[in-house]
């Protein structure tokens, strides 16, 4: 390598995270925060994208904004003492725990948001599990102290307990409620405060004990049981004040964890090999409906993603070049020169990518690793307008590839089933036919309640059950067979019967 040192510095200085929290724990004021203390970045050899395209509004944005949640999953970029940030925006609302299953497969940390009145909460502690699971790390910022908040040793007392974690706080509130003004940061032992306190101040006193409690009593910063997943540090603040925000992303520049080493089928890829690698977890159709543009969302796992670049697409041995390759900037999107492993870039295509590709300089190295769930509710589409039946199936092919709603194709040659794992999709999906395809459709119910993948090591023993009960089989978007049950007693009678076959909810892509 001609610059290895720069290659590998500007490795290092990526910092990729996703924030986690319950819905209205402050994730979106915290998120406009770090934007904002984070530099609007402008990177060496960035251009511009002709006209400064912004996202427009489409219907499912409405959606969003009647009920109130994050429905979207984007990428922002910025920059700050000295590290690239790549910040992946997780949809808040429980329905979509499959979109940010995926997201939280592309990340190397994650900032776990708390209410400080509330502490952990439903939806906060399913996300941490996944973030368990992927032994992601995470720092953990207790919000909204400017409001009446429980005391904070027994929210860290709670943290730890209720997801059995060390909690290591890293500042300490000054004040409470109405009176609180900023962190004392317990490691360097300076103030940062929002206005002058003197040292008569009663909040000093508090202070000057609970420090004295805090160094006797709760554990230290240990940044390898940090990176393992063990323990977290935890920063107190307000995001809507501002407070504490600094705080927090100084930490993830300073020990946040770098682009890690990424598993895949063959071999650990490591982020500072020079071959290019990349992961595409996520894919959204329409983003710019007067485009009608799709964009895949790849992770660089490993390597610099140059412009004019052809990849490797290793589901398929296609060749894929790298034309237009986008960062996001919150709203705005710009041409990416280069990118290295950690970065998040968009590559527009017409359908060749999936969710859960590799891509690669030439190398058969395979990710995966990015899942399906079975679906919990199925309907079969009605559509109104029969004129628009062709129109509905490429429609649906590509909402499914975007990972919007699943599709299942009966092998009886029934219309197809889409099934969803959250009743919310099924209200996105029609809001996107109609303002993306100007398809109206309804929905029927159909006789089934349970969907598995059918695999099984004995080709013979598929192929006999298969034959055996074709009007209950259906092909899901890759064409495996999945079959359907019409409770989960049934489900558990036919695999009772069928020994030598394994029924699956999750489906690994590849
Ligand atoms: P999200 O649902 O997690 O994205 O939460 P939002 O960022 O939308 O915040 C939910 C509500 O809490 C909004 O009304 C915010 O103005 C408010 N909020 C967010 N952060 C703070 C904070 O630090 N202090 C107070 N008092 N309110 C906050």
Redesign the pocket.
């Known amino acids: 390598m001609e610059h290895a040192a720069d290659y590998a510095a500007e490795i290092a200085r990526r910092r990729t995270f996703a924030i986690i929290?319950?819905?209205?724990?402050?994730?979106?004021?915290?998120t406009e925060r770090l934007l904002r203390a984070g530099g609007a970045i402008q990177m060496a050899g960035q251009v511009r994208a002709k006209g400064e395209r912004r996202r427009t509004r489409s219907d499912w944005m409405t959606i969003e904004r009647e009920r109130g949640i994050?429905v979207v999953t984007s990428v922002m970029t910025f920059e700050h003492a000295g590290c690239v940030f790549n910040l992946l925006d997780t949809p808040?609302h429980e329905d979509f725990s499959e979109d940010t299953y995926r997201t939280l497969t592309a990340v190397d940390s994650a900032v776990m948001?708390i209410d400080a009145a509330k502490g952990i909460e439903a939806r906060t502690r399913k996300l941490f599990e996944i973030c368990r699971l992927r032994d992601i790390p995470i720092l953990t910022f207790v919000?909204?102290?400017?409001?009446e908040s429980q005391d904070p040793f027994a929210l860290l007392d709670e943290v730890a307990g209720a997801l059995a974690l060390d909690t290591a706080p890293m500042t300490w509130p000054v004040g409470r409620a109405r009176d609180f003004v900023g962190t004392y940061d317990l490691h360097a032992r300076t103030m940062n405060l929002t206005e002058e306190v003197a040292q008569s101040d009663p909040r000093m006193a508090a202070l000057g004990e609970e420090i004295d409690l805090v160094r006797a009593a709760l554990p230290e910063f240990d940044r390898a049981a940090f990176m393992q997943g063990s323990l977290t540090p935890v920063y107190f603040?307000?995001?809507?004040?501002e407070i504490g925000v600094l705080d927090l992303l100084d930490a993830l520049a300073a020990f946040g964890p770098r682009p890690r080493a990424q598993p895949a089928d063959l071999r650990t890829v490591e982020a500072t090999e020079p071959a290019l690698t990349a992961l595409v977890f996520k894919i959204q159709a329409n983003m710019d409906p007067n485009h009608r543009d799709r964009i895949a969302f790849a992770r660089v796992c490993s390597g610099r993603l140059v412009r004019g670049m052809r990849l490797k697409q290793v589901r398929t041995g296609k060749q894929i070049p790298l034309h237009a390759p986008q960062f996001f900037f919150a709203r705005d999107r710009e041409l990416a020169e280069e990118a290295y492993a950690g970065d998040v870039v968009g590559i527009p295509n017409h359908g060749t990518l999936r969710i859960g590709d590799t891509l690669t300089e030439g190398e058969e190295v395979n990710f995966g690793g990015v899942p399906s769930f079975a679906p919990e509710i199925l309907r079969r589409v009605r559509l109104d307008d029969a004129m628009k039946a062709k129109k509905l199936r490429q429609a649906l092919q590509e909402l499914a590839e975007e990972g919007v709603v699943q599709i299942f194709r009966p092998q009886d040659g029934a219309p197809p089933l889409v099934g969803v794992v959250g009743s919310l999709q099924l209200d996105v999906l029609v809001a996107r036919l109609r303002a993306e395809y100007g398809v109206a459709i309804g929905y029927d119910s159909v006789p089934y309640t349970v969907a598995r993948w059918v695999t099984s090591d004995d080709r013979a023993a598929l192929e006999t059950f298969v034959a055996a009960n074709r009007s209950s089989l259906a092909d899901d978007l890759d064409g495996a067979p999945v079959f359907l049950a019409s409770s989960a007693f049934m489900m558990r009678r036919t695999e009772e019967q069928s020994p030598r076959l394994t029924f699956r909810d999750i489906k690994d892509v590849h």
């Open positions: 929290s319950h819905p209205d724990a402050g994730k979106t004021t915290l994050s808040g948001v919000n909204k102290m400017d409001r603040g307000s995001a809507i004040r």
